[in-house]
């Protein structure tokens, strides 16, 4: 059974430039949560979707955007990419009816880089 | 607002000893969950122990308990038999209401070391 699948696994882009993550959920799981998780800290919650619409949204600017496809798979894009951007981004998922039942479940995670 | 706060940025056990990690949060809901995340090297998130702020009963997955203090606000990890393969970084976090679209938030973490 794959877990969450999240790709590339490493990334160097340029300040200014635009970048897209991708992220594939475990099989069942319909809802996706994005996590910024800045070096030494804990992961930040970015936002959710489940029926390809955004559901909540953590504290990040519009720069930060995403998609979700009817296969349930999603995008994390970034705008105008800053230094302050370089992160692990994770990607988690679980089922609209609720994390209580189904639980998240985590990818390793996209390590990106701004230069 | 909702706050994770894990005081012991690292720590160190001799492997087969036990040690306890130290999570503290701040809220003002009555339903909530709380979980430890491990966090290896792989950077895989993956869930250790979770919680349910109703059930008065402590949680045991195995080698790892917790010792849930409601009225404290405090949510201890305590590992029992250290092994090396439990180096990591422990995350506490923190989810409230039972949907779809509950977050979860996280403490600063506590980085682990399993010494042989």
């Known amino acids: 059974d794959a877990g969450v699948t999240q790709s590339p696994t490493h990334l160097i882009k340029t300040r200014g430039q635009q970048v897209t993550l991708r992220c594939s959920p475990k099989s069942g799981h319909d809802t996706v949560s994005w996590y910024q998780q800045a070096l030494g800290q804990g992961p930040q919650f970015i936002f959710q979707y489940y029926e390809e619409e955004e559901r909540q949204r953590g504290n990040f600017p519009d720069r930060f955007s995403g998609h979700q496809f009817p296969n349930y798979s999603s995008e994390l894009n970034v705008n105008a990419l800053l230094l302050g951007d370089s992160a692990l981004y994770l990607c988690?998922?679980?089922?609209?009816?609720?994390?209580?039942?189904?639980?998240?479940?985590f990818g390793s995670g996209t390590r990106l880089t701004v230069v | 607002a909702q706050t994770v706060t894990q005081s012991q940025p690292e720590m160190s056990v001799q492997e087969a000893e036990t040690v306890t990690l130290s999570c503290t949060y701040d809220t003002s809901e009555s339903n909530y969950y709380l979980f430890w995340y491990k966090q290896p090297p792989s950077r895989q998130m993956i869930l250790v122990i979770r919680q349910e702020a109703y059930k008065q009963q402590n949680a045991t997955e195995n080698r790892f308990s917790v010792n849930f203090q409601k009225a404290a606000k405090s949510f201890s990890l305590k590992i029992s038999d250290s092994q090396l393969g439990d180096t990591a970084m422990y995350f506490c976090?923190?989810?409230?209401?039972?949907?779809?679209?509950?977050?979860?938030?996280f403490g600063t973490g506590t980085l682990l070391a399993v010494q042989p």
């Open positions: 988690a998922s679980t089922h609209r009816l609720g994390p209580r039942l189904y639980g998240y479940t």
């Open positions: 976090a923190f989810m409230y209401g039972g949907g779809a679209t509950n977050k979860l938030i």
